[in-house]
C-alpha cells in the first residue's frame, strides 16, 4: 500500500479540486436562476401544511426535513408551491415570495436563496483551495527540478536519514531523504530534504551504500535547492 501514496495523494488532490469547481458552477447556475431584482414580482404566501420527512441512517439518528406547501396568489390565479423551512414557520403563516414575471409557478424566498448561495459557494471555495494546495505541493519539486538541475550550483551532500514526509492520505505516508553539506568558506551547515518518495528508501541505502547525494543550489537564494534522487528512484524501481 505505501507504494501507492503518492498517486493516492494526487487523485484525491484531483477530487477536491473538481468537487470545488462543481460546486462554485452549482452556486453560479443557482445564481443565475434567481430572477433579477427588475424582473421580480412580490406577493405573500400561506402555509398550508409543513410535512415531516425522517430519513433514516444507519450510523446516525434519523434526521427530520420539513417541507414547507404554500398557497399564493400569482397574475389573478391561485398556485401552490413549496419553500425552505425555518424555525419560525406554522400553519398559517404569511411568507413573503417572489417569482420572474410572466412565470409565478416558480417561487423562491429571498433567506432560501441567500442560505444556498452561501453554503456552496462557501464549501466550493474550500474544496477547491484544499485540492490546489495539494495539487501544488505535488508540482513544485518538479518546476525547481527543471529549473535547478540546468541552472542551480552542484554541491554534494552527505546523507543524514530519511524522515516522514509531508504527503499524507490516511495512515499512508511519503518519505523524504534528508542530506547536510557545509559550505567551506562561510562554515555554514545546510540541512536538505529530497522530494517526496512513496516508499521508505533506507534499505536500498543501506543495500547499495549511498552517502552522498547531489544537491543542485540557487546561490542567490539558498532556500531553494533540489536534492538529485534519481539514482536512488532508478535503484528502487529494479
Known sequence: ??????????????????????????????????PPENSRVYTTA?????????????NREGEIQYT?????????????????????????????????????????????NQVLIA???????AFLLIGLKSLWKLLLPRLRRFSLLKRGNPVSADFLRVIPGQLAVNSLRSYVVCCSWTDQQTGNEYVFKSEDLPQNPTPWIEHYGITSFPVYRDEKHPNRYYVDIQMLTAKMAT
Not at 462543481?22 to 445564481?31: I, R, Y
Not at 398550508?48 to 441512517?57: A, P
Not at 408551491?81 to 400553519?91: E, F
Open 1 to 34: 500500500m505505501g507504494k501507492n501514496v503518492i498517486q493516492l495523494f494526487r487523485l484525491c488532490s484531483w477530487l477536491f479540486t473538481v468537487i470545488g469547481l462543481l460546486l462554485l458552477l452549482v452556486c453560479f447556475w443557482v445564481f443565475r436562476r434567481i
Open 68 to 112: 414547507v406547501h404554500v398557497l399564493y396568489m400569482a397574475e389573478g390565479q391561485k398556485y401552490e408551491g413549496s419553500v425552505g423551512y425555518h424555525s419560525g414557520l406554522r400553519v398559517g403563516s404569511r411568507v413573503r415570495v417572489f417569482y420572474a414575471d410572466g412565470h409565478p409557478e416558480r417561487i423562491y424566498t429571498e433567506l432560501d
Open 46 to 58: 400561506l402555509v398550508t401544511e409543513i410535512e415531516k420527512d425522517r430519513n433514516m441512517d444507519r
Open 119 to 125: 453554503v456552496l459557494l462557501v464549501m466550493g471555495t
